[in-house]
């Protein structure tokens, strides 16, 4: 399968463009307040110089978190998918005047909400709990940005509906079905949340309402906030899939087996959530142990991506020469950035998958459980898997939006090393306090019980925090050289790879979403109706806001 190589300023790329200076934005905000946090852990309190702009670790915090993994992943993603879409189909998006209003719908409702963040009004980490109260524009804002995400699974939906009625009895090419299930997972998933603002946190905000109750506005915000964290992963094994099997030289081993992946996340992604409340009273322990259960069945999606893109990439490894059960890692084409760093991505994956299983089990989870470990847990998630596969591919699509060549190969490598390098350095070092007991989310320079075996390792959480700043600077640097100075290319094209098996060997009903979809809704109903209308019935919704900055 092979899409078109119009590269360039078309109206289609100059959408996705947009989105990507605004993650783009955030990252770079995301990464500057990142630093801040490390150098802080290292032992300098740099807040109080930074006092006129950033008021304390925790306002320093609650930005980093905001910007990273809120607005970073989704604008990202909403560029990215809806790109690989319009490219797998080989056609505009179904419904173009969608484009540029719902990016600006998203776009207004970030502004809304970054407003009060900034200003110290929003200072309620990225899981705003309550009885922690911002103000009313931050949690409008967000919703104006989830309500923009559904109406891109619109576009999505009836693109890949126009599709197959021009194609009929073809499967839909894999990268489309992949970037469709991802949004109708997405949909489903984000309901929780969308309840939350919309019944709690909005009105309560306002002072509609007299109380609110943190049990029920945990519940449902984890009953999204674990699915997000599959919707950040997703895009990046729609690249791991589609994309990286041809930059290793090789083919995809099986298409269907990537379909059925896929298809579990979109069966298991939500209702696990309360594996995020194992420490939370008032939730039934067979509940609890319910999700646990689920939560081990939704890392099976990502055994299958493991086997399927290790397959992947040996073929390729192999075509190049690559020998031994092991050594034909050695011959993966190491000098394409792109490739290289999501390769990093997929090693340190490894490691924040094993994290997970440990989190997702009852018994250790208490021993882990709002400790530094967790911050390490998701570094290695999110920071490494999504963040540096990310990355990796901006490598091959700022050249193929802008039409320029990729300004300098040598620094992207150097900056894909640095980033695993640093990784490595910073979130095993935070791995191993969280055993020792360090908590997250807390000032550490201000605690006055500092441990002597934290203090001897917190240093190198600044260093590798550094080494991750440093990466992100060249990061940058050669993004903004590749727009503005890097000569023109016809050359720069995206290529999907093929398959060794498939798409014709996936069966019809795979690519038919509506019953996946309804098993989809029964499980998440089994898994969260009971609790929640206890909660609503049973629990007080007379909380009152508590404000601690
Ligand atoms: Fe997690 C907490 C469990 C995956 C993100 N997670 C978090 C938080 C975040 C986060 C942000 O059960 C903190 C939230 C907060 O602020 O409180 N997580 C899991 C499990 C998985 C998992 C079971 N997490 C992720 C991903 C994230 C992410 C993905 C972001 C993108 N997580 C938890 C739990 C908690 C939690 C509890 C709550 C903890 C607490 O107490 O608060 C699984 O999905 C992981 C499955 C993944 C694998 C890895 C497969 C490897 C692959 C790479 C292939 C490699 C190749 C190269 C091809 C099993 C696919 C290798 C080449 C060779 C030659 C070897
Ligand atoms: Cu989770």
Not at 81 to 99: E, H, Y
Not at 243 to 254: T, V
Not at 345 to 360: Q, T, Y
């Amino acid at each position: 399968m092979t899409a078109g190589s119009e590269s360039g300023i078309t109206p289609e790329n100059r959408l996705t463009g947009a989105y990507l200076i605004v993650a783009l934005i955030a990252l770079f905000g995301g990464v500057v307040t990142g630093l801040f946090q490390g150098m802080n852990y290292g032992g300098h309190d740099v807040y109080p110089a930074l006092q006129p702009v950033i008021k304390s670790y925790y306002h320093g915090l609650s930005i980093h978190g905001v910007l990273n993994v809120l607005v970073w992943t989704t604008f990202f993603i909403c560029g990215f998918l809806q790109f690989i879409t319009a490219r797998a189909l080989g056609a505009p998006l179904a419904v173009r005047a969608l484009g540029w209003p719902v990016f600006w719908l998203m776009t207004g409702g970030l502004i809304l909400a970054a407003i009060p963040l900034v200003l110290n009004e929003a200072t309620v980490l990225f899981t705003f709990y309550p009885p922690l109260q911002a103000h009313w524009a931050f949690y409008i804002g967000l919703t104006l940005v989830v309500a923009g995400t559904w109406l891109v699974m619109v576009n999505l939906a009836m693109s890949v509906g126009v599709w197959k009625r021009g194609h009929p009895g073809q499967r839909t090419p894999l990268p489309a079905f992949m970037s469709l299930v991802t949004f109708v997972m997405w949909t489903m998933a984000s309901l929780g949340i969308a309840a939350e603002m919309l019944f709690m946190m909005i009105p309560w905000s306002l002072g509609l309402i007299p109380g609110t109750n943190p049990l029920m506005a945990r519940t449902l915000f984890w009953f999204s906030g674990h699915p997000i964290v599959y919707f950040w992963l997703l895009p990046v094994y729609v690249s791991w899939y589609t994309i990286i099997p041809r930059q290793a030289g090789g083919r995809l081993f099986s298409d269907p087996m990537a379909r059925a992946s896929f298809l579990l996340f979109l069966l298991l992604s939500t209702p696990v959530g309360f594996h995020h409340q194992f420490t939370d009273p008032g939730i039934g322990e067979d509940w609890k142990f319910f999700h646990a259960f689920l939560t081990f069945g939704v890392f099976f999606p990502s055994l299958l991506t493991f086997f399927n893109v290790v397959s992947s990439l040996e073929s390729g490894a192999r075509a190049h020469g690559g020998k031994g059960y092991f050594a034909w890692f050695l011959k993966l084409p190491w000098g394409n950035p792109s490739l290289a760093a999501q390769v990093f991505a997929m090693l340190l994956f490894c490691f924040g998958g094993i994290g997970g299983l440990i989190n997702a089990s009852a018994a250790m989870n208490l021993s882990v459980h709002n400790t530094a470990w967790i911050v390490g847990h998701f570094h290695l998630t999110v920071g490494a898997a999504v963040t540096l596969s990310f990355m990796g591919i901006t490598y091959w699509l700022v050249p193929v939006l802008s039409g320029r060549r990729l300004w300098s190969r040598g620094l992207a490598l150097a900056q894909a090393w640095l980033w695993f390098g640093g990784m490595i350095v910073f979130s095993n070092t935070l791995h191993r306090l969280g055993t020792m007991g360090m908590p997250r989310r807390t000032m550490m320079s201000a605690v006055p019980y500092m441990q002597p075996e934290w203090k001897a390792l917190l240093p190198l959480v600044g260093i590798g925090g550094a080494i991750l700043f440093l990466s992100a600077m060249l990061y940058f640097l050669n993004l903004a050289m590749t727009a503005w100075a890097s000569p023109a290319s016809a050359e720069e094209r995206l290529e999907f790879a093929e398959a060794a098996s498939g798409p014709e060997d996936a069966p019809a009903f795979m690519d038919r979403l509506v019953p996946w979809v309804a098993a989809s809704a029964v499980l998440i109903v089994l898994a969260y109706a009971p609790t929640i209308y206890r909660l609503a019935t049973e629990t007080p919704f007379n909380i009152q806001a508590f404000r601690v900055w």
